[in-house]
C-alpha cells in the first residue's frame, strides 16, 4: 500500500478520529494552543504598534523587532522555554508561538496608523481632540483593515507552525505525525501523511475564513483606497 492509499484508509478509519488522543482531540488542542499564542500576542504586539504609529516614532524600533523574532527559528525557543520556569507542555508552546506571532501583528498596526487619513487627523485635532482621542476615534478604526491583515497573517502562521509542539509534549495534531515516525515506516506512513493533511487543510481553512473576516472588517471606501494605494505601490516598484 502506497502512502496515499495508507493515508486516506487511516482518515477513514472513526477510531483514529473519536478515541483518546484521536484527531478530534488533536485538533481541540491544535485550536486553543493556536488561539491563546495569537491573543498573547495581539495583547502585547497591537498597544506597542498602535502607540508608536500615532507618535510617529519608533519605527526603526518595529523593524528591528519583527526582524529579530523572525531570525530566532520556532523550534529554538521550543527547545529553550520549556528548560525555564514554564517547563514542558502547553505554556512554553503558547508563548514560543506567540513570538513568532509578533511580527505581522506589530508592523500591520504600525503601518495602519501611519497610514491614516493625515487630513482627518488634522481635523480631529481642530476639533480639540487629545492625542488619546484622536488616536481611539480616528486613526484606529481607519487602521483596522491592517489589523485584520495582520491578525490573519500571524494566526495562519501559528496554525501551521504549531505541530512542532509535539516535540515538547504539547499536544496538537503534529502529535499524530509524530506518533506516525514512531512506528515503523511501512506501518506508520499513512499516519504521517494523514497528520500532515490534517495540519495543511487546517490552515488553508483559518486562511480562508479569515481572508473573510478581513473584507468584512474593511469598509468598502477603505477597501477602494487600498486597492489604489497597491497600485501606487506596485506601480512605483516597477518604475524603480
Known amino acids: 500500500m502506497n502512502p496515499v492509499e495508507a ?26 494552543m493556536s488561539a491563546a499564542a495569537v491573543l498573547l500576542g495581539c495583547l502585547v504586539a497591537w498597544p506597542v504598534g498602535l502607540w508608536l504609529g500615532h507618535t510617529g516614532r519608533g519605527g526603526g524600533l518595529v523593524v528591528l523587532v519583527a526582524n529579530l523574532t523572525l ?49 482627518a487627523r488634522d481635523a480631529a485635532r481642530g476639533m480639540g481632540f487629545s492625542g488619546g482621542q484622536v488616536l481611539r476615534r480616528v486613526e484606529l478604526p481607519l487602521a483596522v483593515p ?29 502529535q499524530i505525525i509524530r506518533a506516525g515516525f514512531g512506528l515503523d515506516i511501512a506501518a506508520g506512513q499513512g499516519q504521517i501523511l494523514a497528520g500532515g493533511l490534517l495540519v495543511a487543510g487546517l490552515a488553508l481553512t483559518v486562511e480562508l475564513v479569515l481572508a473573510y473576516g478581513e473584507r468584512f472588517a474593511t469598509p468598502r471606501p477603505l477597501r477602494r483606497s487600498r486597492r489604489r494605494g497597491d497600485r501606487r505601490a506596485a506601480d512605483a516598484v516597477i518604475g524603480g
Open 7 to 32: 493515508a486516506y484508509v487511516w482518515l477513514n478509519d472513526p477510531l483514529n478520529w473519536t478515541n483518546p488522543g484521536g484527531v478530534l482531540d488533536r485538533l481541540g488542542e491544535h485550536l486553543s
Open 71 to 119: 531570525a530566532v527559528p520556532t523550534l529554538a525557543l521550543l527547545a529553550i522555554l520549556p528548560l525555564t520556569f514554564l517547563g514542558f507542555g502547553r505554556p512554553a508552546v503558547v508563548v514560543a508561538l506567540a513570538v513568532f506571532a509578533v511580527p505581522p501583528l506589530l508592523a500591520n498596526a504600525y503601518t495602519g496608523v501611519r497610514q491614516a487619513d493625515p487630513e
Open 146 to 174: 491592517y489589523l485584520a491583515a495582520g491578525f490573519r497573517t500571524a494566526a495562519v502562521q501559528v496554525v501551521a507552525t504549531a505541530a512542532l509542539a509535539s516535540f515538547v509534549n504539547g499536544g496538537g495534531l503534529g
